[in-house]
């Protein structure tokens, strides 16, 4: 049995070949069995045993710093990454003395030389010892690539241009640092939202503790304006509770006893006591973080093909300097010191950190924002599949509907008994009763101020309905198969109301009807609005998959506007039904609930669970949980995923286009170092400054 697995936070992890380097380099620790880097989330898991100063000595090429648990640094401005990037204003320095000196003294006296070597060193010692190291393990990315063109041209005596690549790298790796830090904020600003220390009763007293230290039914006191520390349940006291960091709702919700409540949400009005249902580690709130870690770990399609392309394409660009370099001095008689300066050229404008910072930025941008909108994505590769979707399956009960019955109309046959009277006796009879149509016509009821009746003879007839006698009076509520020898105009008034979507209760007083009540699973407001925005976004086609009968089925599909529907549908059969629409559209998502739904869910190209703050099982069956019950935020999501798509394609376009442009000045001489490293820096530049367009992707837009 291997040893158990920890986390740690790693600051100052620049780059994805870096965080290779750094990976590979922990896996060679002897008492460590694997290690595995999520760079999107800055962290390390490591199986085996192995201290905070093993880790770091790891990481000394970059000089990492290593914690066990996050450590909410200020946020760093671009120049503070520029400082911490190898002296630059030094080495900058010494680079301007040097060109003073060339100027005065001459490109060849040892002053000259002497001050570019420093201006060199100063700002690049860090890259020579990283891609040495490589160079000795035949490992070949950006850092050695950049090492043998700086080398390259100190032999020939290219000390200004040496010293700029220097200095422009540590540039560009500065720019990559601030980049992937603003990127990761969004895992900042959820670790950030729930506070580290709670006050508790206990033993009768209040007590302030760490919040690791709570425990399961600790009483918790939270006072206005405070956040609540973790998940449970009111025990005393009620209040507005703004839940927007967790579901993104942006209206408070009422919160009274016996109500859950979520760590991290605020606490907007009155004084509450709140019995803990979950330790800290569990909370819904921890799983998101620790999904959202997940999710910017796991590689969307365009990026495992950028990955796949760079570990081929470094090589070929060495192959392709060496050849710029020795082909024209060989065979054409051409300067051997202009060919090498042009095949280092070569070297520096064919660096892959624009091509290979291109994806994850946008991804683990997107997964932020959405995140901080309350949709939790779990995958690049589930974010990039949802921008393919061209159909789109809904479960109906708690996702189109709203999951529970209400009465819609009730209908009195008998004038002479008074509104008061009619509920009464149908909360008398339906007290009796769990069914959900019961507590539908009690919750109705109940608004009459009713009054308290015995029911005596009491009968519960299986899957019809209640027998009962009240103050000498047979009673019968139930339904319409409960009942003999209906009118053809009572009849014809129940299949009107079926086929409107409605479940119909008829009630008897001695064998005759006084009355009937429609009850109908209400559609949510937003579900047809939601559809409206999914078909404006070009999706071929929508479909309702329901357990529900066929005239329920159609009249909620035509009421929202969904184009299809599927009735009286095991969770197996929704489960054909998505993999036959896989083969009629291509990919496919399907909404529901994530429990009933799961087979379903599992099956389509992206699952999407609705309503999942704090269930579990629709955050582990889902690729993507809506956390509030919000429909709205699909439209939102795909729009989302659209433009992440277009703004990676738009990337790679960027990084291979500017190297193709300045790869052709190679054809008539006219490629410098200059411009090679301002290309490769300038590639860098624009597209990490165009992936973080996604952190300002609000809902509204």
Known sequence: MGEKEQSFYVQGMSCTNCAKTFE????????????????????????????????????????????????????????????????????????????????????EHPVTIGTFIISIVTGGHRLFIAGFKNLTKLRFDMKTLMTI????????????????????????????????????????????????????????????????????????????????????????????????????????????????????TLNEEGYLEIRTTKLVKDTTLAKIIHLVEEAQNEKAPAQQFIDRFAAYYTPVIMLIALGVAVIPPLFFDAGFETWLYQGLAVL????????????????????????????????????????????????????????????????????????????????????????????????????????????DEFQSVTGKGIIGTITGDSYKIGSPAMFEGLSSDTLNEVEGLQEQGHTVVLMSKNDTLIGLFAIADDVRDMSKNMLEQIHQLGMKHSILLTGDNEKTARTISEKVG?????????????????????????????????????????????????????????????????????L????????????????????IGFALGLKILALLLVIPGWLTLWIAILADMGATLLVTLNALRLIKNKESN
């Open 24 to 107: 590979n380099n922990v896996k060679e620790i002897s008492s460590v069995e694997n290690a595995d880097v999520n760079f999107g989330a800055s962290k390390i898991t490591v199986s085996g045993s192995a201290t905070i100063e093993d880790l770091e000595k790891a990481g000394s090429f970059e000089n990492l710093k290593i914690t066990k648990e996050y450590e909410d640094a200020p946020q760093k401005s671009f120049w503070d990454y520029v400082k911490e990037n190898g002296n630059i204003v030094t080495s900058l320095m010494f680079l301007a003395l040097g060109i003073v000196f060339h100027t005065q003294l001459g490109a």
């Open 632 to 651: 709205e935020k699909l439209p939102f999501t795909v729009r989302l995923s659209r433009r992440t798509l277009n703004i990676i394609k738009q990337n």
């Open 348 to 455: 520096v404008v064919g660096c892959p950190c624009a091509l290979v910072v291109s994806t994850p930025v946008a991804v683990v941008t997107a997964i932020g924002s959405a995140a901080r909108n309350g949709v939790l994505v779990k995958g690049g590769a589930y974010l990039e599949a949802l921008g393919h979707i061209n159909a789109i399956a809904f479960d109906k009960t708690g996702t189109i509907t709203q999951g529970k019955p209400v009465v819609q109309k009730v209908i009195k046959f008998d004038d002479s008994i008074s509104d008061e009277d009619f509920h009464g006796l149908a909360y008398a009879l339906e007290n009796q009763s769990q069914h959900p149509l019961a507590k539908a016509v009690i919750n109705y009821s109940h608004q009459f101020n009713v009054t308290e009746l015995e029911v």
């Open 562 to 630: 969904i184009k299809e529907y599927l009735a009286n549908l095991l969770p197996k059969d929704k489960q054909t039904q998505i993999k036959q629409l896989s083969q009629k559209y291509g990919k496919v998502a399907m909404v529901g609930d994530g429990v009933n739904d799961a087979p379903a869910l599992a099956t389509a190209d992206v699952g999407i669970a609705m309503g999942s703050a704090g269930t579990d099982t629709a955050l582990e069956t889902a690729d993507i949980a809506l956390m509030g019950d919000d």
């Open 149 to 264: 063109a700086v080398i390259g041209a100190a032999l020939i005596g290219e000390w200004i241009e040496g010293a700029a690549v220097v200095i422009l790298f540590a540039v560009s790796e500065a720019l990559e640092s601030y980049s992937m830090d603003k990127a990761r904020n969004s895992i900042k600003s959820l670790m950030g939202i729930a506070p580290k220390t709670a006050n508790v009763i206990r033993g009768g007293e209040k007590q302030e503790i760490n919040v690791d230290d709570i425990q399961i039914n600790d009483i918790v006191i939270v006072k206005p304006g405070e956040k609540i520390p973790v998940d449970g349940v009111v025990s005393k006291g009620e209040s507005s509770i703004n839940q927007a960091a967790i579901t993104g709702e942006s209206v408070p919700v009422f919160k009274t006893l016996e109500d859950e409540v979520f760590a991290g």
